[in-house]
């Protein structure tokens, strides 16, 4: 009875921009279908090896904006961005991540529930690699359910079948749009009105 479900609000910053502004203000090319790879604030070590193994194969197709985490970015990552045009790596953007993820034509994540809240209340397509034998298996089961994601497994992913499962997504319009309109159904107040009007209650008394 003292409990009710109102969702995950997602940062009202988060759902201020268009594709366009992200694209202008990240000074990417329009023409170009943009990833956006990050494993949380603190980054995720596999997952940035996984970008950099195969990253010679996403930019044949893609742009990369790769958030590495703070203190996760390496050497490597500044030889690849001289190498490659379409590889732009961070080591966290705060500020801007509202304007990463417009531009982002596909989220490539770790499962943390924040993140995937974000991820529908944006309606981005998402491919999601959860840390095993850990609760974002849980999270994940429930995306799956609702056929909102799709999800690479860390203990057998390679970084061929890590790009090719990106580019399997880009190259099929279709599956992605079907994607984001189940995952833009899993919350029904992202805004965030349905909990501000249970705490006015609570307030009240």
Do not use: W
């Not at 397509?125 to 994601?149: C, G, W, Y």
């Amino acid at each position: 009875k003292k409990t009710v479900v109102v969702g995950n609000p997602a940062r009202e910053e988060m759902l201020q921009h268009t594709r366009e502004e992200g694209i202008e203000k990240l000074k990417l090319d329009s023409a170009i279908p943009v990833v956006l790879v990050f494993g949380g604030g603190t980054g995720a070590a596999a997952l940035n090896r996984l970008v950099e193994k195969a990253l010679g194969q996403l930019v044949q197709f893609c742009q990369v904006i790769h958030i590495t985490g703070k203190d996760k970015s390496s050497e490597a990552n500044k030889e690849l961005a001289e190498k490659y045009e379409q590889y732009h790596p961070y080591t966290f953007i705060k500020e801007a991540m509202a304007y990463a993820m417009a531009a982002a034509d596909l989220v490539v994540s770790r499962a943390g529930f924040s993140s995937l809240s974000e991820m529908a209340a944006t309606g981005k397509t998402a491919l999601i690699m959860p840390i095993p034998d850990s609760h974002q298996e849980k999270n994940v089961e429930f995306f799956l359910r609702r056929k909102a994601i799709e999800v690479i497994d860390e203990r057998t992913v390679s970084s061929q079948s890590f790009a090719d499962a990106i580019r399997g997504l880009i190259d099929n319009p279709a599956r992605r749009e079907q994607l984001s309109k189940n995952i833009s159904a899993v919350f029904m107040d992202t805004e965030g009105e349905k909990f501000i009007v249970e705490l006015e209650k609570v307030i009240a008394k």
